[in-house]
């Protein structure tokens, strides 16, 4: 069900150490979609073998239930038009920690969520910020608005694109439970 204008994200070897990126959809023409950009923060090698393109739609997500013996990973893809001179930056935060009543999965706090312990963090798509780390490791999400994009001025400001990779894992010790937030991204 993809049709032209879709916000799609392209996962390059889902099973393994995958590369994520974004794109929109500009034309379909039989089996072959074409997109306008794919911005990723790794190296893309499309080959066919466990390359996976999603339809990025929805206004929630979904972890499901959390292993004591892997990660799981989802994506936000975000896409900003604007007419600025300057460009812009896109910042994210949340409402509170992921959490279940009194339970609550702890913030990353060493740089990378990790199988087997209760953790939950993000890594950006840029990997060229000057005011955060979610660009060289997973980070933790406050409540503080926190830089995850910068897009400077020129014609890139228009449809930029790019994503925020959430991460979560739990010990086999973890309450379980229904676990929920809210998170924002803003576009200044």
Known sequence: NFSVGNLVVLVQNVTSSHVTAPGEITAIAGSVITVD??????????DGTDDILY?????????????SSSI??????????????????????????LQSGANTITDVSDGEV???STEYGARSSDTTLASSTFDTEDAAITSTLQQVATISSG??????????????????????????????????
């Open 72 to 97: 799981i990973r989802r994506v936000i893809a975000w896409q900003v038009s604007v007419d600025v001179a300057n460009g812009f930056v896109v910042y994210l935060a949340e409402d509170n920690n």
């Open 155 to 188: 014609s890139v400001s228009f449809n930029a694109k790019g994503y925020v990779e959430l991460k979560a894992a739990r010990s086999s010790g973890a309450q379980q439970g229904t676990y929920e937030q809210n998170l924002y991204l803003v576009a200044s």
């Open 55 to 67: 339809r990025a739609t929805g206004t929630s997500v979904a972890f499901g239930g959390l292993s």
């Open 114 to 116: 990790t199988a087997s």
């Open 37 to 46: 950009q794919l911005v990723s923060n790794g190296s893309l090698v499309i």
